[in-house]
Structures are given as structure tokens and as C-alpha cells.
């Protein structure tokens, strides 16, 4: 069985920044990829960040140069640092990776997801 858990989310005024953290635990043979969605009121699930497991990085362009995501291998934790944040990144942000659990196959995994709201 694997865990992703999220934490630091919450609200925050326009160019604020937060730091959001993923812990991945349980069975885990390997992680490849780990990201972040955000999916805001309704709208779809979109794909804010990614990296792999080598540290190459993609953002969507709307998150470009505000934020950066990093991993600790060691930690199986990813984190998302959102500088100068906009109203339009309210949304709710989940964690997901690729894990590799006792067999060689990856399975997509996802975190229950935490809240950022961007307001005055």
C-alpha cells in the first residue's frame, strides 16, 4: 500500500508565496516522475509541475519563473515553492507519482489534495 500525503496549503494574499510538501510511504520499490495537479472550481485537473527522477523539470506556462519544483530522493517527498502568487492559482493542488511498488511495473498514484486559496 502506498501513501501520498500533502501538506501547506492555505490562504494567502496576491504575491504571497507558500511551500507545498508530497510524502510518498508504504511498499515503494522505485519512484519515477512526481508532480503536482491543481484543479480549480470547475474546472479540469491540469498539470502545474513535474519532475523526474533525474531532476529534469516541466511547468505549464501559466507557473513559469514563479514556481519550482524539487524532490528529496532520500525523503520520497516532492515540493512545490509558489512565489508571487495570483488568484488565478486558487485551486486545489495534488500530489501524484509514478511508483514502482514489489513488481518492475509503475502505478500512477495520487494525494488527497490541499487547498490554496489566493485572495485579498
Known amino acids: 500500500q502506498v501513501q501520498l500525503v500533502e501538506s501547506g496549503g492555505g490562504l494567502v494574499q496576491p504575491g504571497g508565496s507558500l511551500r507545498l510538501s508530497c510524502a510518498a510511504s508504504?511498499?515503494?520499490?522505485?519512484?519515477?516522475?512526481m508532480g503536482w495537479y491543481r484543479q480549480a472550481p470547475g474546472k479540469q485537473r491540469v498539470l502545474a509541475a513535474s519532475i523526474s527522477s533525474g531532476g529534469s523539470t516541466n511547468y505549464a506556462n501559466s507557473v513559469k519563473g514563479r514556481f519550482t519544483i524539487s524532490r528529496d530522493n532520500a525523503k520520497n517527498t516532492v515540493y512545490l515553492q509558489m512565489n508571487s502568487l495570483k488568484p488565478e492559482d486558487t485551486a486545489v493542488y495534488y500530489c501524484?507519482?509514478?511508483?514502482?511498488?514489489?513488481?518492475?511495473?509503475?502505478?500512477?498514484?495520487w494525494g488527497q489534495g490541499t487547498q490554496v486559496a489566493v485572495s485579498s
Open positions: 501524484n507519482a509514478l511508483i514502482a511498488t514489489l513488481g518492475p511495473d509503475y502505478s500512477d498514484y
Open positions: 508504504g511498499s515503494i520499490r522505485s519512484i519515477f516522475a
